[in-house]
């Protein structure tokens, strides 16, 4: 069974860049699978729930990313928190287009009322705006604080991806291997843990594919570290789940 996991987040912080940029290290240049916007403003571009697989060679790795509309400030706008929470049970199926008005319900015919194991998520990974965590709007917080109670009463691990270091960092931005002597990477990781209740344990710097042409060592080097921590907190809440 392939291992489910939702990747959520704040418009424009990098959420399907950052699936393109797992894939853009398996397959040892960029690809562009989903979709993204040029423009860092704006509504969120990605407007229904797609699952993306990764391909190793000629083999696809047993997880399966799943893309889903932004989250938005405004009450009226990008994905509802209902809307993430059900996709993390597995009750919305792929292909649902987002209503930014009103959540999925049970009436509509693209809600699984009977969710397997398999269409559930065994990780909600929170991609954030590392250049802007400090000025994130309490609403959008409200909003996350709804999603992690919800998922955290269900065992649901979190994790958050904290992207744009080298927008966040002039250290970092002329070397990434200084990612984690910074102090001012530090800061904002102390901040995400502190807007998200996310433990730091659980929180990753990264850098996304943008601009690029080519893949490059340091940037992978990050991309990995936090696919291995998310595949292993995945995994064992999948054992967990198999064991009841």
Known sequence: MDIKILVAGQVGAGKSSFINSIDSVFQGRISSRALVNSSAVGHSFTQKLKGFTIRSGEKNLPFVFKDIMGLEAAVLAGSQPD??????????KDGYKFNQGQALTYKDEHYNCDPTLSDQAFCLVYVIDGN??????????????IIRQRISDKGIPQVVIMTKVDEACPLVKNDLKKIYSSKK?????????????VPLTNIFPVKNYHAEIDTEDDVDVLILKALEQIVQIANDRLLDCESY
């Open 83 to 92: 809307d993430i929470i059900n996709a993390v049970f597995g009750h919305v």
């Open 132 to 145: 802007t965590v400090d000025f994130t709007d309490d609403k959008l917080v409200d909003k996350l604080k």
């Open 185 to 197: 990477i530090k800061e904002k990781m102390e901040m995400c843990s502190i807007k998200t209740g």
